[in-house]
């Protein structure tokens, strides 16, 4: 009787595993009701689409941060990205686009390449991101009742820049805050560039000299690089950032026979959120709120259907 009772089972369920061991993976529906449209200018294809707001940030998210950081970074991440479009949006109504797709405005990549890009993890991954998004629609950040301009960059020198010294404008919610967790999440939080002495000299626009001179160097309050003399020339850090395409004005100047090497620490502005500094702060507990109210001072989330009384 055991017997029959056994071989009965095992009919019964060989066919459930086996059917179980096959299951694909299902994509999560997304399918946000929204009345706005974004126009995104895709720069290698050389068209517009247009597309609702809350796909856009699908993109976007998936395009500026890693997928592997935890959900409450990316959900912070989906806030900045809505408002830094919305405000874009406003700006270049009456442009023939209102964002590129590149990191002149934000990163935007859509389906088809997500798909190639993460290939047997697409379905887990798209399904985390389409979660960090739904989980903040309609929700903005807001200073003094207003949507905010803000800015987000990968990774701090252990403190956020003042945006006074990068953009030169004055706003309080973006001043500089200790982000110590950064050093600890990004490998490459310390970097090296080599250069020649000569492509150093002529990226700088200064003449060849076998005699490099470095000196008056001044940092701010976040230890970046305000003002530095090269052979006679004053430069400001944020010049020497751009001309050389290095990862900070956090950085050293070494000269070896005819080899410059430079060594940096972070990487990008340092304006608002770090995004690895994020990840930091969500591995220790704090949600995307906690997040987006320590790096934007003074700001506060709000759900709003219409923006428009909100800019």
Do not use: C
């Not at 406003?90 to 686009?97: G, L, R």
């Not at 150093?200 to 940092?219: A, C, H, P, Q, R």
Request: hydrophobic letters at 35%; a neutral charge.
């Amino acid at each position: 009787m055991k017997k029959i009772i056994f071989i009965t089972l095992a009919i019964i369920l060989i066919p459930f595993l086996i059917v179980t061991l096959f299951v694909k993976e299902e994509e999560t529906e997304f399918s946000l009701i929204t009345n706005q449209n974004v126009r995104i200018k895709r720069d290698k294809l050389n068209r517009i689409d247009t597309m609702p707001m809350e796909e856009y940030i699908v993109g976007v998210v998936a395009g500026e941060m890693p997928v592997s950081f935890n959900i409450e970074a990316l959900k912070a991440q989906a806030i900045a990205a809505r408002n830094y479009a919305i405000k874009k949006v406003i700006a270049n109504k009456d442009k023939e686009y209102d964002l590129i797709d590149t990191t002149d405005n934000q990163v935007y990549l859509d389906i088809e390449t997500l798909k190639n890009n993460w290939k047997s993890k697409y379905v887990e991954n798209i399904n985390k991101v389409r979660k960090a998004v739904y989980d903040t629609k309609e929700e903005y950040l807001l200073y003094d009742n207003k949507i905010i301009d803000l800015f987000y960059f990968s990774t701090s020198n252990g403190k956020t820049e003042n945006v006074k010294n990068v953009f030169n404008v004055d706003v309080p919610y973006l001043t500089s805050v200790d982000s110590p967790w950064d050093e600890k999440e990004n490998s490459g939080f310390y970097k090296e560039k080599d250069l020649s002495l000569e492509e150093f000299y002529k990226l700088l626009g200064l003449e060849y000299n076998k005699n490099l001179e470095v000196k008056d160097i001044k940092k701010n309050e976040s230890n970046r690089i305000s003002e530095i003399t090269i052979n006679g020339k004053v430069f400001t850090g944020r010049e020497i950032y751009e001309l050389l395409k290095i990862r900070s004005t956090d950085f050293e100047i070494e000269k070896e026979n005819e080899t410059i090497t430079i060594k940096t620490k972070g990487f990008g502005h340092g304006v608002g959120m770090s995004q690895y500094g994020a990840n930091g702060m969500a591995k220790e507990g704090y949600n995307y709120k906690d997040i987006l109210k320590y790096y934007y001072k003074g700001t506060e989330i709000k759900k709003i259907k219409n923006f428009e009384n909100y800019v």
